[in-house]
């Protein structure tokens, strides 16, 4: 029985890893698979749009050709009148007059534009052109963007719990410190024999009356009244918490002899599941200043991994243009000549778009207290004193 029921446990075991997993897997398999349906659509689009020379594209080739031969024929006069035509000229260029849509338009450059979308960032470097490629642009951002906030807020949920269950354990671990400081010897020695006489009463496998439990303790006449009492009343606690938990053995049998509840009760939890997303992110509480050091120190990681093999950015510029993407403002100011590799960053842009999110969420709810201590205070400014009339 024992070698049949540990394979069994280990089943369970995996389903329910798998169960716990399996929304936040969906959500995310969901944004792929997404991303590369944009990329096929977007390359097939954009990618095999045929080229037109416009009237404009003819005019600006003119003036260009003008110009040229203005400075050939004058090359020392009116050098200042001839950077201001160029700089005029120029202002009014296309970038598309100078692209292949062939090269721009690849898979991978599709995947980068889909990227810049649905995550809202928008370099402006890399935009649709025909009216059709416009139009499902509109309606893959209609449906990509909520998509986009939902793994945001799911990953959040993750992020948030291993950040609050780290920050408890830090101050934890602080107060311990602390407590061992201030503690003396014999106070604490006698605390830890209370605790250690508690814990060790806690577990009981029969229920006891109260005078099997006073006849069991042979040495507790011994001690003084004080902690005779509160070992008394900690034993009495624990005896009624195991009285009033419920049978856990009984219900795992039921469960498993019956799979067709067990079942139910799996897809009702996966249910919960979804039902609760967000729900971690609310209750996090945790420093704002921590935070910030925690976006510091990620966007610095990144920026020096980027300047290897985006060799015209230095340790500034990627910190900048890592800001900028990470909080989706995409100014599109600082290109990226090897888009391919930044599509293997598209994990870490999810997840500090996590950390940023964050940490405006923090900035807002510190606010909403502000604003909320700002106005009672005006308030009690405000209202009249209370006059004192003599009788």
């Not at 490629?133 to 449906?143: E, I, P, R, S, W």
């Not at 024999?193 to 006891?208: G, T």
């Not at 009244?225 to 009343?233: H, S």
């Not at 009760?265 to 209750?283: H, M, Y």
Request: include cysteine.
């Amino acid at each position: 029985m024992a070698t049949t029921s540990q394979p069994l446990r280990g089943k369970t075991t995996c389903k329910k890893i798998f169960w716990a997993v399996f929304p936040h897997a969906c959500f995310i398999l969901s944004l792929v698979i997404y991303a590369f349906l944009g990329a096929l659509m977007f390359s097939h689009i954009e990618g095999t749009r045929e080229v037109t020379i416009s009237d404009e594209y003819r005019t600006f080739l003119q003036n260009l050709t003008f110009l040229a031969r203005k400075l050939s024929d004058n090359v020392t006069e009116n050098d200042k009148m001839f950077k201001d035509d160029i700089r005029e000229l120029f202002n009014t260029a296309d970038p598309v007059w100078f692209i292949n849509p062939e090269d721009r338009w690849t898979f991978f450059g599709s995947l980068f534009f889909c990227c810049t979308v649905f995550t809202t960032v928008g370099y402006g470097n890399t935009y649709p052109v025909t009216r059709v490629g416009k139009y499902l642009c509109m309606l893959y951002a209609l449906f990509g963007i909520p998509l986009m906030f939902l793994v945001l807020t799911d990953m959040g949920d993750i992020l948030a719990t291993v950040l609050s269950k780290s920050y408890n354990e830090f101050r934890k671990l602080q107060s311990k410190i602390l407590a061992s400081k201030l503690c003396s010897g014999s106070t604490c020695s006698k605390r830890n024999e209370l605790k250690s006489r508690a814990q060790s009463k806690i577990v009981i496998n029969e229920p006891l009356t109260i005078m099997e439990v006073l006849r069991s303790q042979s040495g507790m006449r011994q001690r003084p009244v004080k902690y005779r009492n509160v070992e008394l009343f900690e034993m009495l606690i624990a005896r009624e918490n195991e009285n009033t938990q419920p049978a856990r053995n009984k219900s795992m049998e039921r469960w498993s002899s019956c799979p067709e509840l067990a079942r139910e009760k799996t897809v009702s939890r996966v249910i919960e599941n979804f039902d609760k997303i967000g729900k971690e992110l609310e209750k996090l509480d945790v420093p704002i200043v921590l935070m910030v050091l925690v976006i510091f120190v990620y966007i610095s990681c990144a920026a020096a991994i980027l300047p290897n093999w985006e060799k015209k950015m230095d340790f500034q510029e990627a910190f900048y243009f890592c800001f900028i993407t990470l909080t989706t403002i995409g100014f599109g100011d600082t290109k990226l000549e090897h888009p391919k590799f930044f599509l293997f960053f598209s994990l870490y842009i999810i997840i500090g778009m996590e950390i940023v999110f964050i940490a405006f969420k923090l900035g807002q709810d510190r606010l909403i207290v502000l604003y909320k201590k700002v106005i009672s205070f005006c308030a009690e400014k405000n209202m009249p004193s209370k006059k004192i009339y003599p009788k």
